[in-house]
Nanobody, 125 residues
Framework: QVQLVESGGGLVQAGGSLRLSCAAS????????MGWFRQAPGKEREFVAG????????YHADSVKGRFTISRDNAKNTVYLQMNSLKPEDTAVYYC??????????????????WGQGTQVTVSS
């Protein structure tokens, strides 16, 4: 069973940057797509970004496109989310997600079976 630990969240002013990390253990991620989701208070969890198992293809929600970038380092068994030009509406708990099947391409929440504990990102105006 895979364990996911997110880090890198915090409090930042609007326009600032943060880099989230998701360290996986218990399973090698190299054959798996990985995803980042977020959940703001009173809202449903939403997709933020995903990367396929090869790292060739990345996917970003329209709300973060051009500002956030997902990447992976399979040698470190880690996935990253670089967040630039942060806005107050980016405030949420950010979750790393591991899919149910290897080599899958699905990026909806139902395609992922393991989740980290989340890391809080707060953007002040």
């Amino acid at each position: 069973q895979v364990q996911l630990v997110e880090s890198g969240g915090g409090l930042v002013q609007a326009g600032g940057s943060l880099r989230l990390s998701c360290a996986a253990s218990g399973r090698t991620i190299s054959s798996y797509a990985m995803g980042w989701f977020r959940q703001a208070p009173g809202k449903e969890r939403e997709f933020v970004a995903g990367i396929d198992w090869s790292g060739t293809n990345t996917y970003h929600a329209d709300s973060v496109k051009g500002r956030f970038t997902i990447s992976r380092d399979n040698a470190k068994n880690t996935v990253y989310l670089q967040m630039n030009s942060l806005k107050p509406e980016d405030t949420a708990v950010y979750y790393c997600a591991f899919p149910l099947e290897p080599y899958s391409s699905g990026m909806s929440a139902r395609d992922f079976g393991s989740w980290g504990q989340g890391t809080q990102v707060t953007v002040s105006s």
